[in-house]
Each structure stands twice: as structure tokens, then as C-alpha cells.
């Protein structure tokens, strides 16, 4: 019964598909093709599209435009490399220093002792708890403080650049306690086990794309469920959800907690496979960086912004190594040019041109054999057909990304924020 | 008044509200009995809209009380309100245009509120039976699977009214059901409302006097933001006062 519904749902179907092929390139393409050290650099794509597939929750569907997403991807990855650090620091690695056994950064600010703070982080079970703990209750604070108050669109967005910018700070004020602006470096063991060599990077890769699979699944319930068509109800009508008797904060503050979460996961990750963590990766433009990830790969598809993710990082590697000075500049006109022309991103791209175009040439193929004759009648491909009888309910990808940008005016903000 | 004050619905007494200085409501005192189909009217400015925000929560009153059978509605939050069974319409069609006409009667259905309620919520054979029975009473069961903004404006109208009577509310409150509808979508609007203001009580703000003569159990005038006359159409038709402030315009 629950088979023959899949079956009949052209956004399921779509969304299965979709995973697939993303598991196929993540699992077996990429890991097949590539060496351990590009894969390695994948594997730290990767972890900005945890950041993008919660951007897909709260800002494409949800319509809160986060700017500080970069705060919970480093709370995650500070969260992590704490608990490296302190495995790192040894009293027999660091006894060199004049207080042995804490982390070296903080010996040469003089610190005598490991702060009482850092103190649980010995424990990997309490740092994993932590990774994802820590951002659901700061999100939860600033979701509640602010979507309780009524505080959203534009004035949101400004409040969470702020918060970035307050963390980064932060984070290069507090040299002793935090590595300063040098981060947190020389990162070793995870739990005794060596992450350096090329053996661990592959296997932290497959961690990660197992990681960044789930999140998608998970995304992707969320979004097929009521509450995902409650977000997109909110986006466009809040007063009207408000009175059909919703508590609109509890769910706002509720999606921009998964954001987080995906984000410090994403955080840790990123730690684990680059081997430090910085407050660069924390900061305003980060967090722009990681906003324009998904508004490339279309900020209604949870599939499409794992590929916005990697196709801008990848763009931004091969363009900065050439072009360094140029690359923000070119990042922002990627970002305007996809907002003006592209609205939803990649996945609106694949749904409106590359799919009637696949069924159409695959039409093409079944009916020539049998009936060599027959006219090359403009027939609406099968899956448009598909998308255009779906099921009443059925949040597709493909119907919401052809939906014309409803919030014009954050995506403009974060335009201009962006140059 | 003839009845004890326990008896109505809705009690809503010294309602006043500031903005600024500026008493939109002023001491404004309403009883709504079970079952009455009330109609507001007034000139432009009177505090109509303003009064329906207030018992609904979407404004902040400055003083005096809203009870609701035997809740303080001004001290709920608005989805309380809702849920303790104050539908509200807004004067422009407020739909989800990204939705189609089942999912944006979905969401109104009472059912799966909470945040992991609505996580959990599946479209059993009762909600679908509901929806596709409230989706024939307000004349779109052939747009079941359109999207909501490919409806006419009329066809919106008819959408956010059944979506208000998914949830069953008893007390209803509708801001011009009627605006900007064509003849015909207004004689099929009066009969749809006519139909369901039957097992509840409900607050109308209309400005169409024929429209008013069909439904109203009694009419409340206002006038800057206070009671000016209230009675039946006849009653307030016959008003100086109500012929001075707005039919004699």
C-alpha cells in the first residue's frame, strides 16, 4: 500500500531518484575517481553542504534568512577540535612548555591551567552530545528571543551577521582560550586513532557523505511532511498560519535549530577531515559563502544545494588558485546572477530544462524502433506531465522551484551584504 | 439587557484600544448570543477591522475585557485563541498561493498543531474525507489540486472561508466576505454563508446592504471607534444618528 503510493508520487519518486544518483557520485563516483588528497578536499565540500541542506529548511522553505550560519558551524568544529586538542596535548607531547598537558596556545599566552570550560571535553562522548547540543540551545535563544518578538525578514538576517561578527571577536579576543585568530591547529587523534594519514581521510570522507546522506533524508522528511508545507504557508502568509492556530515562533525557532544542528555537524566534520578549525570559517562572509551555496544549488532543494555546495567550492578552488584577489568578487556575481536568472538555483535548471529535455530524448529512443514513421510529435514529456498532475499535498522539489523568488527583499540584502 | 450576561458567546466589555493617543475602540461594549449572525457597519475608519483584530489577539487591547464562553481572550496568545474556537477571515484573501487548494485546507485542519505533531501527521482517509466535504460546500472540489494562487479572487475568498470551517469554530469573524466578488460569486457566497453560520455564532463586517439584509440576526453601527446605534437592520436603519454618520452618504 505504502509501495503503490510511492509509486504514484512523482515528487518521491523524484526525491529517490535524486538521492540515489547523490549517493552514487558521493559513495562510488568521487571516491573511485579521485585521489585521497582531492578527495579529501570533496570531503571539506562536503561539510558546507550540511550548512546548505539547513539553509534549504529555514531560508528556502521557512523564509528565515540566516547570515550567521557560520556560528554553528563553528561551534560544531570548535566543539571537535577542543576534544582533539586536549587528546593532542599530552603532558609527554607538550612537555616543552612551562605548564605541560594543556594545549599549546594556551602556554604561550600564559595561561597555567586548562580553563574549567575546556574541562569536559576530554570526553568524546560528551563532545559528540555537545556538537549537536550546543547549537539547538543557542538557536533555540536567538530563536526565541527574536521570532517570539516578532523580529524577522531583513531585520533577522542583519541581527545573525551580527552574531557572526560578534563570535569572530570573540573568538580572536580570547587568544588564550580559544587559539585566537590562528584557530585551533595540529590536530592528531580521534580517540587514539591517527587522522592524518591518507587511510583516515578516506575513511573520514565516507563518515562524512554517510553523514551528509542522512542529513538529506532527514531534510527531505521534514519537507515532505506537514511542517514543511507549514514553513512554505509561514514564508507567504504568516498572519494567515498564526490564526489557523500555529504557533508561528515554535516553528521558526524549531527549523532554525535543525539548521544549526546540520551546520555543527557539518562543523565537526570539516575539523576532523581539514585538521584545525579558525574563527574564518565562523565569520560574516562564511556565513554569505554558505547562503549563496545553496541559493546556487536552489534554495528549495535539498539535493540541489549538496551540488550548489560542492560545484562553488570546487569553482572556488580551481578560480582562487589562479585568481585569488578576483574570487569574492566573482563569488558575488554568481550570487547576483543566479538570483536575477536562476531563481531556484541548479534544481530549477534540471527541472525545467535538462528533465523535459531527457524525457524528451528518451521518448524519442522507445517510440523510433517501434515505429520508425512516427512524427516527432511535441508531446509533454512524461515527468512534466508528471509534475503538473502530482499529488494534491506532495511538496516536489520541482513544483516549489518553479515557484518565482517570494522574498525578494532578503535575497537583495544578502545581495548587497554579499559585495 | 433582557439576558444575563453568562448567556453570550462572546462578552466584550469597555474595549479600547490607542494607538499613539488615537482611541481606534473606545469602551466598546458587544454581546454576541449562540447562534446570532452579527453585522458590522460603519463609515470608513470606524474601528471595524480593528475590533475583529483585537478579539482575535492580532492586536493588543489597552483596556476592558473579551470573553470568550469563559476565557479571557485578551490575555491568550493568538493560536490559543484559535484553538478555543475564534475562526477569523481577513479582509483580503489570505491563502497560501505556493499550496494547492487541499493543502491549504489541510493545514487548517485540527489536527497536528504542534511542532512534532506536525511532523507526524498523516493524511488519513478522515482528513481527506474532510477536506473533499468542506471543498464541496465552498464550490472548489474540481480545484482540489490547483495551486491556490491560479484561483480567482471570489474562488480565494471561498478558500480562506473554508478553511475556517475545517477547524469548526464557534465563534466566526469575517472582514467583507463579499468585496470585490461578482454578482454571481456573491449570491453563491451569501448562500455558502448563510448555510454555515448556521450552528455557530458569527461577526460580520459587510458594507453591501442587500448582502447585510439577508444575513444579520442584529447590526452593531460604529462610529470613531464607538457603539453609535445597534438593533436590527430596521431598527438602525431608522436612526438619525446612523442615517447622519453613513446611509445618508
Redo the contacts between chains.
Keep these: 500500500m505504502r509501495l503503490s503510493f510511492s509509486a504514484s508520487d512523482p515528487g518521491l519518486r523524484r526525491q529517490i531518484i535524486g538521492l540515489a544518483l547523490l549517493a552514487a557520485l558521493l559513495l562510488v563516483a568521487l571516491p573511485l575517481g579521485l585521489d585521497a588528497f582531492r578527495l579529501n578536499l570533496f570531503g571539506k565540500y562536503l561539510c558546507f553542504a550540511f550548512v546548505a541542506i539547513g539553509l534549504v529548511l529555514c531560508w528556502g522553505m521557512g523564509g528565515i534568512l540566516s547570515l550567521g550560519q557560520g556560528v554553528f558551524f563553528g561551534l560544531g568544529g570548535y566543539a571537535m577540535a577542543m576534544y582533539l586538542k586536549l587528546e593532542a596535548s599530552t603532558p609527554e607531547a607538550t612537555k616543552i612548555q612551562s605548564t605541560p598537558g594543556i594545549p599549546d596556545f594556551m602556554d604561550w599566552n600564559q595561561l597555567k591551567a586548562l580553563p574549567l570550560w575546556w574541562e569536559p571535553f576530554h570526553s568524546l562522548p560528551f563532545t559528540l552530545i555537545a556538537i549537536i547540543a550546543l547549537p539547538v540551545a543557542f538557536a533555540f535563544i536567538i530563536g526565541t528571543a527574536m521570532f517570539r518578538r516578532r523580529v524577522g525578514g531583513v531585520y533577522f538576517a542583519i541581527i545573525t551577521q551580527a552574531i557572526a561578527a560578534i563570535a569572530t571577536i570573540l573568538i580572536i579576543g580570547q587568544q588564550g582560550y580559544t587559539g585566537g585568530v590562528n584557530g585551533i591547529t595540529d590536530l592528531r587523534t580521534l580517540h587514539g586513532w591517527d587522522i592524518r594519514p591518507d587511510s583516515a581521510r578516506v575513511t573520514l570522507y565516507f563518515v562524512c557523505a554517510g553523514l551528509l546522506l542522512l542529513a538529506a533524508v532527514l531534510a527531505l522528511f ?1 519537507q515532505r ?3 514543511g ?2 514553513l ?2 509561514m514564508r ?2 504568516e ?10 515562533a ?2 521558526k525557532t ?1 527549523v532554525f535549530c535543525l539548521g544549526a544542528v546540520f551546520a555543527s555537524v557539518g562543523g565537526a566534520m570539516f575539523t576532523l577531515q581539514v585538521g584545525f578549525m579558525s574563527p574564518t570559517i565562523v565569520g560574516i562572509v562564511p556565513s554569505i559563502e554558505m547562503v549563496i551555496f545553496c541559493a546556487v544549488g536552489g534554495r528549495l532543494s535539498v539535493i540541489g544545494a549538496v551540488y550548489g555546495a560542492l560545484l562553488v567550492n570546487l569553482a572556488r578552488t580551481s578560480f582562487s588558485e589562479s585568481f585569488p584577489e578576483l574570487w569574492l568578487f566573482g563569488l558575488g556575481a554568481l550570487f547576483i546572477a543566479v538570483v536575477m536568472a536562476f531563481p531556484s538555483g541548479l534544481a530549477g535548471v534540471w527541472v525545467e530544462r535538462i528533465e523535459p529535455l531527457l524525457a524528451r530524448l528518451l521518448r524519442r529512443k522507445t517510440t523510433t524502433p517501434a515505429d520508425p514513421n512516427a512524427p516527432e510529435a511535441p508531446e509533454p514529456a512524461p515527468l512534466t506531465r508528471d509534475a503538473a ?5 506532495a ?1 516536489t522539489l520541482n513544483a ?1 522551484s518553479t ?1 518565482p523568488l ?1 522574498a525578494t527583499p532578503m535575497t537583495d540584502a544578502a545581495a548587497r551584504a554579499a559585495l | 439587557m433582557f439576558e444575563e450576561p453568562s448567556h453570550f458567546i462572546l462578552t466584550v466589555e469597555g474595549l479600547t484600544v490607542s494607538f499613539d493617543g488615537f482611541k481606534a475602540v473606545d469602551g466598546l461594549n458587544l454581546y454576541i448570543a449562540p447562534n446570532e449572525c452579527r453585522v458590522i457597519i460603519g463609515p470608513n475608519g470606524a474601528g471595524k477591522t480593528t475590533v475583529l483584530d483585537l478579539i482575535c489577539g492580532r492586536t493588543k487591547a489597552t483596556g476592558g475585557s473579551v470573553r470568550f464562553r469563559d476565557m479571557e481572550l485578551l490575555k491568550m496568545r493568538e493560536d490559543q485563541i484559535v484553538h478555543a474556537g475564534v475562526g477569523r477571515k481577513f479582509q483580503t484573501p489570505s491563502v497560501y498561493e505556493d499550496l494547492t487548494v487541499f493543502e491549504n485546507l489541510e493545514i487548517s485542519y485540527p489536527k497536528g498543531h504542534g511542532v512534532f505533531g506536525a511532523l507526524a501527521f498523516r493524511r488519513d482517509a478522515a482528513v481527506r474525507d474532510r477536506i473533499r466535504d468542506i471543498a464541496e460546500q465552498i464550490f472548489l472540489d474540481d480545484s482540489l489540486e490547483k495551486k491556490a494562487g491560479l484561483l480567482s479572487h471570489g474562488q480565494k475568498q471561498w478558500l480562506e472561508i473554508g478553511m475556517l470551517l475545517i477547524q469548526d469554530p464557534q465563534l466566526l469573524m469575517l472582514d467583507e466576505p463579499v468585496a470585490g466578488m461578482s454578482v454571481a460569486e456573491r449570491r453563491k457566497t451569501a448562500e455558502l454563508l448563510n448555510r454555515i453560520i448556521q450552528d455557530r455564532s458569527v461577526i460580520v463586517i459587510e458594507h453591501d446592504m442587500s448582502f447585510v439584509e439577508d444575513i444579520a440576526t442584529r447590526v452593531t453601527v460604529l462610529h470613531q471607534g464607538k457603539l453609535l446605534s445597534e438593533g436590527s437592520l430596521a431598527h438602525v436603519k431608522a436612526d438619525p444618528r446612523v442615517a447622519e454618520v453613513y446611509l445618508g452618504h
Excluded: H, T, W
Design positions: 521534514v511532511s506537514k511542517l508545507r507549514i512554505i504557508a507567504d502568509q498572519d494567515r498560519v498564526r490564526f489557523s492556530g500555529y504557533d508561528v515554535a516553528f524549531f498532475g502530482r499529488r494534491p499535498g511538496a516549489l515557484n517570494p
